[in-house]
Structure formats: C-alpha cells, structure tokens
C-alpha cells in the first residue's frame, strides 16, 4: 500500500533517490502529476521526472490508466520537437506512477509571452508550425491532444518549441475507454474549442487547430481574444456563435495571410475550421512558411505503421494497482452547469448586500 502525501509531506526532498535518480528540485505540478528536476545517479544526466499518486477514491483507476497510456504512447512516437520518454513504470513503496522524460531547458510559452510581450510574425508562426508537425506525426496514430496551452510549449534556448505533455491525448474514429467519458471536458478554457466545451468524447483533431489558433492569436497580439476576467465568463464567450476578431485589430503588423489562415483555424463550427494539423502546414507552405525542424521527424519504432486501433487493443486492459471504483458518469454541458451555478452564487452575494 503506497504512503498518502500531504502538504507538509512532500514526496521527495532534494537529495532523495529514486530509482537511480537524484531529486534536484520541483519543476512544477498540475492535474495530471508533478514534475520533477532529477539527476541521473550514474550519467551526471538531467532529466525530467513526472510522476502521479493516483490517489484513493473515487476515479483512481481511470487517473492510473491515463498515467500510464501516456507514458507507453509517447514512448512511441519520436521528434525532435516532442520530449521524449526513457522511462516509466510503478513504484509500490511509495504507490506512485512515474515516468522519466527529457529536461527541456527554456521557459514555457506562457512565461515567453508574459515576459516578452507580442512575437515577431515569423518567430510565432515557426513555433506553431514545429507544434503542428508534432501533431501530425500523432495524427498517424489517430491522437487528438485536447489540452493544447502555453504551459505545454517550451521556447528552447535556439528557439525551437517542444510539446511536453500527452496526457489527456485521445483516439479518434473509436470510443476511447481509457480516456473518454461521454459528456467530460478535458481542456483549459482560454484554448478549448466549443465543440470540446460541450462534450470532448467526440473531439476531432480540428480541435486542436483551433487550440493552436487561439494560441497563435496570443503570441502575436500579447493576449487572447477573450475579454472575460474568470474561466466562466471566458467560457461563454467560448461558446458564443460570435467568431473571434481579426487579430490585426491588436497587431496591424500582421500579414493579411496569416491572420486570414488563424482566422480558419479559430471558426467557431468545426466543419468549417481547418481540419488538421497538415492542413494548417499546408495553408502556411502557400505563403512561404515551413516548419524548421532540427532533425527529421520519425514515426514510431521502426517507423510502422501500427494504428491507434491495434495500440489501444494491446495496452487498453493494463490496470491500476488496487483498481478502485469506476468514475462517475458527468453530465452534460458541465461548463454551463459551472456558469449556472456562479450566477445564482453572485445573485445571493447581491441579496446579502441589499436585503438588511
């Protein structure tokens, strides 16, 4: 039985080793696990090192599931642009999932932004277009990301942009039981298609488009296009019909190709937006852009052609340890639900004010 870690219980203090790995630091933490900066005890290597206490309770064995699909998917797929995975697997001490990827040294396209305001045209589009052939490698296995942000990108110190994180990536053409749950959102507001925002058990890869638009859009105007000061009010501007400006409204130095192609990729109604990353590489070739990739893209292990069908076929039955209850079934629409429920939560709040 793993340990349970609190706040004043960190699983791993600077020095400690774990599986021949030296904790230098943590590098940070999210939903789907912590990072950590680790020294190889051996190599004197750095390394990246993620792992996920799945946790008891309700939902564990479907967080267990997606840790470990990530690490055997990504395993598979191999660029220069995309942090590779070396390692994984699971530590029964401390009753945690874990995987060893590269370090990537650089800051996250959100601490670039933040940091150094609006990119030049050229430098914004480069660095979608590396995102995009990693996502069209992906696309051979028939992954659709679905959590496409800022946070996932890092500048390198050449400029280049790595991809780090698959971890809620999906099938396409097929339900995916490891992943999806019919009527779930998996995303972050600011980048999650509308289609997405309604029920990501049917995302295409157009949703990842359009999560590439939006952060195309911020790159070269120093924002997104949403005026909304809270996830809610960012969300219903989300699902509005009413398509995003014209990013020259912000940047006027923009060409009128590449706001007219980001404008394609953020159309509200997905059989209208381009469909893929291929087409957006396509689109940008026409006006003279292509990727500058360090090396050539491979697809995976002995570049076969194995399809996400066979993949799934193989690792879907790989279980949690001490599998616990199946999560509960979500309803529909949760992003509404949420923005119901601040309406009614600001309404009292005005009540209280009033009402002596």
């Known amino acids: 039985m793993g340990r349970t870690m609190t706040m004043t219980d960190p699983l791993f ?10 904790v230098e630091k943590v590098l940070g933490s999210g939903a789907s696990g912590t990072v950590w900066l680790v020294r190889h005890e051996f190599l004197d290597t750095l390394f990246a090192l993620k ?10 064995n479907e967080r267990a599931k997606r840790f470990v699909r990530e690490a055997k998917l990504a395993s598979r797929i ?5 942090a590779e995975v070396h390692d994984a697997g699971y530590d029964t001490e401390r009753g945690l999932y874990y995987l060893v990827m590269d370090y990537v040294e650089g800051d996250t396209l959100r601490t670039a932004i933040a940091l150094g305001g609006p990119m030049e045209e050229s430098q914004a589009v480069d660095a ?4 995009c052939d990693v996502l069209a490698l992906a696309g051979r296995f028939g992954m659709v990301h679905r959590d496409l942000k800022p946070e996932n990108i890092i500048i390198t110190r050449d400029g280049s942009a790595m991809l780090l994180d698959f971890g809620i990536a999906k099938a396409t053409e097929r339900l995916d039981s490891l992943v999806t749950m019919a009527n779930t959102v998996f995303g972050t507001p600011s980048y999650i298609a509308p289609e997405q925002a309604a029920d990501s058990s049917a995302v295409s890869p157009s949703a990842d488009v359009y999560s590439l638009g939006i952060m195309l859009f911020e790159m070269l105007a120093g924002r997104t296009p949403w005026t909304g000061k809270s996830p809610v009010e960012i969300m219903m501007e989300v699902m509005d019909p009413k398509e995003i400006p014209d990013v020259r409204t912000l940047a ?36 003279g852009h292509t ?6 893209r491979k697809a995976a292990a002995e570049e076969t052609e194995e399809s996400m069908d066979a993949l799934l076929a193989k690792y879907g039955n790989v279980a949690a340890a001490d599998d616990g209850p199946a999560p509960a079934r979500r309803s529909k629409l949760p992003w509404l639900a949420i923005a119901i429920a601040a309406a009614i939560a600001a309404t009292a709040a005005i009540l209280l004010l009033v009402i002596p």
């Open 13 to 22: 203090n600077p020095g400690d080793v774990f599986k021949g790995y030296v």
């Open 51 to 60: 792992t996920m206490d799945a946790g008891p309770g309700e939902g564990r």
């Open 78 to 82: 191999k660029h220069p642009n995309l």
């Open 128 to 131: 979608i277009l590396q995102v």
């Open 252 to 287: 006027p130095s923009v060409s009128a190709e590449t706001a007219d192609i980001l404008r394609r990729m953020c159309t509200k109604k997905a059989e209208e937006r381009l469909q893929s990353a291929d087409a957006v590489i396509e689109e940008f070739a026409k006006c």
């Open 291 to 296: 990727a500058k990739i360090n090396s050539g």
